[in-house]
């Protein structure tokens, strides 16, 4: 019996759901972006944008700490981190995630990064536009993958 799996698995979802909400704000705020004429939506775009992929790499670090026993560490950990939820432990866990999933993750954590270190006026929009377009769907192979893995963690918690 492992009980901490149904509070984690708990935790992943909810999680989904908050993530889900800033998927739509950035949908929406593009949308505005674009009939307004007003670059000032983007910068809530990149807001969301940042936000969805740290939700994610939240939803990560607590697998990783809960199911594992071990985050990543030192200057690749973000990185490393999304490398770890694509692999198979052997018998501890399968995948989190599958590797199309990975990739798509990995664009918007290059962008979680320029998002950290740039002045907001500095971000392309054409790059903010590609990544507004591509969340969801990014989103819903996430959402996929996490719903597939908690139903793992449902079995080994009987």
């Known amino acids: 019996m492992k009980p901490q799996y149904t509070a984690l698995v708990g935790r992943i979802i909810q999680a989904l759901v ?3 909400r800033v998927v739509n704000r950035a949908e929406l705020l593009l949308n505005k972006a674009r009939q307004n004429g007003d670059d000032g939506y983007l910068d809530g775009v990149a807001l969301n944008l940042h936000s969805f992929y740290t939700g994610i790499e939240a939803i990560f670090e607590d697998i990783a700490r809960n199911v594992e026993g071990t985050i990543p560490s030192g200057t690749s950990w973000h990185q ?7 692999a198979e432990l052997g018998s501890l866990r399968p995948a989190v995630i599958s590797s199309e999933t990975r990739y ?13 270190n740039v002045y907001s006026f500095n ?4 790059r ?3 990544l507004s377009e591509e969340v969801h769907p990014c989103y819903e192979a996430v959402k996929q993958d996490l719903i597939h893995f908690t139903q793992f963690l449902e079995q ?3």
């Open 156 to 158: 080994v918690s009987l």
């Open 128 to 130: 903010l536009e590609q």
């Open 80 to 86: 490393e981190l999304l490398l770890q939820m694509s």
């Open 123 to 126: 971000l392309r929009s054409g």
């Open 18 to 20: 908050d993530i889900e």
């Open 104 to 116: 798509c993750l990995d664009e918007y954590r290059g962008f979680r990064h320029v998002v950290r």
